[in-house]
């Protein structure tokens, strides 16, 4: 067993060269995604977040990993060798679950089939 600390949430794996590790998000005071090397179960890093994030996924590469920030609208991207946050991605709502699909866009900016929904949509449809 790991003692993570307060507000454990989700959980997932990359693979790097060297090793493979887990990612772990932690809410409350201080927000963090924290590094495991899977193997032994040592803490590798705590990457410290603006906002408690509330899913974790990696890169199909194993070079990032994404973690939503619960109530900003927005995505971190942290690299898994400097475990640092190198980009946040704006979404447009509210992220609870997070899904990284490598070569889903073949070309283009992969934008065709995608529309908004909800409250969004109403949006959408109103500015037009």
Same mark, same amino acid.
């Given at each position: ?45 705590? !990457? &410290? ?17 994404? %973690?939503? #920030? *619960? ?29 990284? !699909? &490598? ?17 969004? %949509?109403? #949006? *959408?449809?109103?500015?037009?």
């Amino acid at each position: 067993m790991i003692n993570t600390g307060p507000a454990t949430g989700a959980v997932n794996f990359a693979q790097r060269a060297d090793d493979s590790f887990a990612y772990v998000s932690i809410g409350g005071d201080q927000p963090a995604i924290k590094v495991y090397r899977t193997d032994s179960l040592e803490a590798v890093a705590t !990457v &410290p977040l603006q906002a408690a994030p509330s899913a974790v996924w990696p890169s199909g590469d194993g070079t990032r990993i994404y %973690a939503s #920030l *619960a109530g900003t609208n927005k995505v971190a991207g942290i690299d898994t060798l400097t475990y640092t946050t190198v980009s946040t991605i704006p979404i447009s709502t509210d992220a609870q679950s997070l899904i990284y !699909v &490598p070569g889903a866009v073949r070309s283009g900016k992969g934008l065709a089939n995608l529309v908004p929904s909800g409250r969004d %949509a109403a #949006l *959408a449809v109103a500015a037009r």
